[in-house]
């Protein structure tokens, strides 16, 4: 089992920053490609970021390429997401996943293993 818990979450005004941390606790975390999915009220949720279990790699959606980050650090077992020119319609609840399998690191949130409870990021205009 891995345990995953989002913070860092807030409310902040378009245009501005917010840096999401997801901790895991648990089986070893380098072990798991790690992803950040978010849903927004009435919508499926969609898949935002991922990494490689090494760092190395890295995808996103294209809404949010070229403004937010996605990055680990195995030593202190988290993946943070920062997002930068943040829109009113990143407005959402941000969640952490952990993904066993190698390789490229999947879109598809049926393809992650474990999931964390959610924080809510709020983007006023």
């Known amino acids: 089992q891995v345990q995953l818990v989002e913070s860092g979450g807030g409310l902040v005004q378009a245009g501005g920053s917010l840096r999401l941390s997801c901790a895991a606790s648990?089986?070893?975390?380098?072990?798991?490609?790690m992803g950040w999915f978010r849903q927004a009220p009435g919508k499926e949720r969609e898949f935002v970021a991922a990494i490689t279990w090494g760092g190395r790699g890295t995808r996103y959606a294209d809404s949010v390429k070229d403004r937010f980050t996605i990055s680990r650090d195995n030593a202190k077992n988290t993946v943070y997401l920062q997002m930068n020119s943040l829109k009113p319609e990143d407005t959402a609840v941000y969640y952490c996943a952990a993904d066993s399998r190698y390789g490229t690191p999947s879109k598809k949130e049926n393809e992650y293993d474990y999931w964390g409870q959610g924080t809510q990021v709020t983007v006023s205009s």
């Open positions: 648990g089986r070893t975390f380098s072990n798991y490609a």
